[in-house]
């Protein structure tokens, strides 16, 4: 069974903040991605790796940074967190499921910037 | 670039009614369609997808070229099946572009 865990539910920090957003995944899975969830927007992604050291930007990027430096660990990182980006946050990993690739999602962090 | 357009924000149907999910979108090349779900306090769990052809609790999707089309339907919803759901595209081996969603409410 695959896990895919997110080291915080609910995160409350202060504008300027700098914010780490944590993911595990214990299924050796070398893809890992980053959403956020927003109402009337769906799942926009920010970041995502393919390999430890490799990443590669979403489509929202901006104001986001990451870190995988294992395969098992997908950090994402808000240098200086803004109310903009209140938000539910999903990490999510990639593996072959019935010989097919399919995304496993972890149960995502509600980030409130005040 | 590829689109993924749900243009219901919200869907309410009688349990027992069929309930039609709208999917549609752009992308030039040949898509991989899914449907996930994400029931109350659970994380996001594909539901099925185009390339299996498969039904999964009741719900079915075919996808439409044509039309650019990948509606969810189930003929007689029950109240579990509230939930949100979202379309989802993959236009490359890593990327999914998904929809706004869809809040579907299934009333008793």
């Known amino acids: 069974d695959v896990k895919v865990t997110q080291s915080s539910r609910y995160l409350v920090k202060r504008t300027g903040e700098k914010v780490f957003l944590e993911c595990v995944q214990d299924m050796d899975h070398e893809n890992m991605f980053w959403y956020r969830q927003d109402p009337g927007l769906g799942l926009r992604l920010i970041y995502f790796?393919?390999?430890?050291?490799?990443?590669e930007k979403g489509d929202i990027p901006e104001g986001y940074s990451v870190s995988r430096e294992k395969k098992e660990r997908f950090s994402l990182i808000l240098e200086s967190a803004s109310t903009n980006q209140t938000s539910m946050y999903l990490c999510?990993?990639?593996?072959?499921?019935?010989?097919?690739?399919?995304?496993?999602f972890g149960p995502g962090t509600r980030l409130t910037v005040t | 670039a590829q689109r993924v357009t749900q243009p219901e924000k919200l869907l309410s149907v009688f349990k027992g009614a069929p309930v039609e999910l709208k999917c549609n979108y752009s992308?030039?090349?040949?898509?991989?369609l899914f449907w996930y779900v994400q029931y109350s306090r659970q994380r996001l769990q594909l539901l099925l997808r185009?390339?299996s052809r498969e039904s999964i609790k009741g719900f079915t999707a075919d996808l439409n070229k044509g039309e650019t089309s990948f509606h969810l339907k189930k003929p007689f919803a029950q109240e579990e099946d509230s939930a949100m759901y979202y379309c989802a595209l993959r236009s490359n081996d890593y990327k999914l572009s998904f929809g706004a969603g869809t809040t579907v409410t299934v009333r008793a």
């Open positions: 999510a990993s990639r593996g072959l499921l019935g010989g097919r690739y399919e995304q496993y």
């Open positions: 185009h390339i």
């Open positions: 790796s393919y390999d430890v050291k490799m990443k």
């Open positions: 992308y030039s090349g040949s898509p991989e």
